[in-house]
DNA sequence: GCTCCCGTTGATACCGGTTACATTAACCGG
DNA sequence: CCGGTTAATGTAACCGGTATCAACGGGAGC
């Protein structure tokens, strides 16, 4: 088997630093660029013998088209990005879950980024909108004008659990209605005096859960706190709210703004030897997987097919749908467990 | 204030079709591509009042350099993959939050792809790696064969949790010794019946896991089981195995491979009236967030800084460090809390 | 035997940046 | 007044693909 081009396969065995192009490849089989890439593309218009000879130079070189080469010359990326506040917590790895399981499935890749408050955030999302051909932006990462920046630029945006913007799909959870829910539930319990943990001004979400428990609470005829006690999302903020609480007397139920919150909270009232549900009783929010250990009475919001449902809005807006912007709102469901009062019948449970 | 192109502009808006190129820049401010570039990467050699006019056209085109262009000619990516088996579950965000963290911090991005079993892994991890400049491949995603034909093609491969391969760093947890601290541990408790569940064909820290586990069994002059109970990795395999468990008479402790396993199996067991821990202990392995609230004795790993290590490892490739390669293990951490068993001492708590 | 058509293929202009090298002008000392 | 620097800029060749359009060879139809 005679090997015309021997010498440059042990070149580049020994120095790897030029890859091998197309061009390279062409020569090897003897054809020209055009061939080869029609050859690499599946077309119909190359000879079986041509692409034969292409087919044995590509292997024989080990050529892996370039990704950037195409991307370019094609004017897509095949990529989408999903922008996060912050990735900790169990909370958004499900959306992102929903949302990769979908993009690759319609064969784009997923670029990730999460902003962390820095104030470079702007700056990062503009960048990473230059990277992708679609973009899912979550919650409060980044500023209005930025999102519509990017929407000008033609790239298309979805905004999930966030407000709206002039241009962009969304997808949210319903909030009041669920709030709404779970009020009554507690009411059922007859408890009285409620309380809402959490920082309406942190996000859309806690926004309208507020708002929707206020209602809720003054439907029922019940005295509504005028002010939310402020804390913000993590098992430790709910502790230091614990504190807070027992030293203004304590309500009969606590709901928090998450599950996170909920379960610092219930932590340190044990602690203090404050009995849930007896003495008070807690609820959260997302229904994470600790949620369900802890007993905790939670909201269970469809976090992966929000992520899934986002992907697939880009994917239709990328194929070139231009309707009018999509708002959906997925529902939620409430999930009783023991922290917001036993019921005699669920005793024995 | 004169503006000599404003009906580029104009058009521009109306039709967003073709996007504004270096080279409208460049005609708009009456200089060459060149000064444009140099412009744009702030060099010094520029002028002043040029830098001012290209300044000014960018502005009034709203030109944005394309970063595929930039990366065809820098030739890079300035982006990093991460591999995931699948991204449910409470222990891999953390591993991608330390991972994206420090990549963003050294201006690179992150593309993410889980793999699922997907039949067409193998392709989709090899796709990645032409996006990327760097990858990291988190356990048993991908066959050897792939990841040695990466590494081949000249990009720098990290392994997380992973055997190793000829030509790639790694980064893992210490399983063996870890396990033997569990043993040691329930030993002083007084068990002496022990079982291990989870599945060491799965992974090689399970495998890892077992063996310790055995050697300590042995060690400890206990009877040690030939065979681990085998299982998956969610909370539904543990409970399956409840059922095993009991069919098989209860071992006094079931030292589990990981938190969901055993958090899936102690439920399991109390809904059946097996006490844990007095009728038998349970340990899981992973420290996830519920396993605190379930009371849980686990092992903790340090998965966040597993992925800022894998993080930084790829960056010093990259940038062209070709020692050999490194293999970095982080410690372990027993936590010790309740499914264990209660000390005297400790029982007030 | 001579068009015409069609299946294949090649040459080359893109895609949108970066950068090596050439060029120009101003300023220097001798 | 002149050769030699040096700062500032332009020209054009890349990077590695895709796709258009022209060209070519051979069989069908007349």
Chains 1, 2 share one sequence.
Not at 6 to 26: L, M, Q
């Amino acid at each position: 088997m005679d090997h015309p081009d021997g010498e440059t396969v042990k070149r580049r065995r020994t120095s790897n630093r030029a890859s091998v192009t197309i061009r390279d490849v062409a020569r090897h089989a003897g054809v020209s660029v055009a061939t080869v890439s029609r050859a690499l593309r599946g077309s119909d218009l190359v000879h079986p013998a041509t692409r034969e000879r292409v087919d044995a130079a590509i292997e024989a070189l080990r050529f892996t088209p370039s990704q950037l080469g195409r991307s370019l010359a094609e004017r897509r990326h095949a990529a989408n990005g999903i922008v996060f506040p912050d990735l900790s917590g169990p909370f958004y790895a499900e959306v992102v879950l929903g949302y990769e399981e979908v993009a690759a499935r319609l064969g784009r890749s997923v670029l990730i980024l999460s902003t962390h408050n820095r104030e470079s955030a702007d700056e990062m999302v503009l960048d990473l909108a230059g990277r992708v051909d679609g973009l899912a932006v979550f919650g409060r990462t980044v500023h209005d004008v930025v999102v519509a920046e990017i929407v000008e630029r033609g790239v298309p945006v979805v905004l999930m659990a966030r407000t709206e913007v002039r241009g962009a799909d969304s997808v949210r959870t319903e909030n009041v209605s669920a709030a709404q829910s779970v009020v009554e539930h507690l009411v059922t319990h007859g408890h009285r005096r409620m309380a809402f943990l959490g920082d309406p001004v942190d996000s859309t979400d806690v926004a309208e859960r507020w708002a929707g428990f206020r209602a809720a609470v003054d439907r029922a005829g019940l005295p509504a706190p005028d002010q939310p006690v402020t804390a913000g999302f993590k098992e430790d903020d709910g502790a230091r709210a614990a504190v807070d609480l027992r030293a203004g007397g304590l309500p009969d139920v606590v709901v928090c703004a998450n599950d996170e919150l909920a379960l610092g909270l219930m932590e340190a009232l044990e602690d203090h030897g404050v009995r849930v549900p007896d003495d008070v009783a807690v609820t959260g929010w997302d229904d994470v997987m600790a949620a369900r250990y802890a007993g905790l009475t939670t909201v269970r919001q469809p976090m992966r097919d929000m992520g899934a449902r986002a992907a697939r809005m880009l994917d239709a807006r990328i194929s070139g749908d231009s309707s009018e912007p999509r708002h959906d709102v997925l529902t939620t469901q409430l999930v009783v467990r023991r922290s917001c009062g036993l019921h005699p019948k669920e005793a024995h449970r």
